[in-house]
């Protein structure tokens, strides 16, 4: 709903307050026909056999990644459960992941992070580690902040045409909520997998530098494998 109201032509028909009540009010409905889905319709994964992926209205394919996130989001309950132990903690990363992916795919398929979501991220992810360490953030956390603030504003200011201001708010927010010392698996996993992918999806002969890279997906993937990475860290402490 966040692509539909904020990115797309609807954008504009909308005022700002209109826009959150519809996405906070509004019933799931089709996306072609407009028609309210059936609770039933709604239950995860089980929905989409329900329906056998069309609308029961006006039969039109309901895309597949739908499920797809659906069974992703449980394995990723399971397993944060599994390793951590708290119930808590792991369901407070439901809301936090699910915002996260909101930010990865509008910035996968409009080259713009979502500003209107960063504070869901920041609210739920801050309650998730929270959740997780029994206390605030501390020094270290603060300082990891400032340092990427810093940082990617000089980057932005010596560099604009390879950085853009969404990534000059959005990273130092994502390190703050990796915390010390994850924000270094934050930063590494995602330019890592971001130059990965442009050097297997870029045209033959295009250097990497001159493609588009959609880096709020990658800095999404990195903060999502941080987190892992702080589970299983506090689990092997534990053994």
């Known amino acids: 709903r966040i692509l539909k109201y904020f990115y797309s032509p609807l954008r504009k028909k909308y005022t ?20 309210n889905v059936k609770p039933i319709y709604l239950t995860p994964i089980l929905g989409y056999l329900f329906t056998s992926g069309k609308c029961k209205s006006c039969g039109i394919k309901i895309p597949s990644h739908y499920p797809w996130i659906e069974f992703i989001f449980g394995i990723l309950f399971c397993v944060f459960f599994y390793t951590s132990g708290n119930l808590l903690f792991s369901f407070a990363l439901l809301p936090f992941f699910g915002h996260v992916i909101v930010s990865m795919i509008t910035d996968y398929k409009k080259f713009s992070l979502d500003y209107e979501n960063l504070p869901f991220i920041i609210f739920f ?7 997780f360490y029994r206390e605030f953030p501390d020094f270290f956390d603060y ?21 853009g201001l969404g990534d ?15 924000w270094m698996i934050f930063l590494n996993s995602s330019y ?11 045209k033959k002969g295009e250097a990497i530098r001159n493609m588009p890279i959609p ?7 990195g903060l999502l494998l941080s987190f892992l990475a702080k589970v299983l860290q506090i689990m092997n402490l534990e053994i």
């Open 192 to 202: 890592i997998l971001a130059v990965s992918w442009a050097f297997v999806f870029r």
């Open 125 to 131: 992810g801050s309650i998730s580690n929270y959740l």
């Open 143 to 163: 300082a990891v902040l400032g340092g990427f603030i810093v940082f990617y504003i000089l980057l932005w200011l010596l560099y604009p045409k390879g950085i």
């Open 215 to 221: 880096m709020g997906f990658f800095f999404g993937l």
């Open 168 to 182: 000059v708010i959005f990273a130092p927010a994502f390190a703050f909520l990796c915390g010390h010392p994850y």
């Open 16 to 35: 700002f307050t209109e826009k959150w009540k519809i996405i906070f009010t509004k019933p799931s409905a089709c996306e072609n026909c407009q028609v």
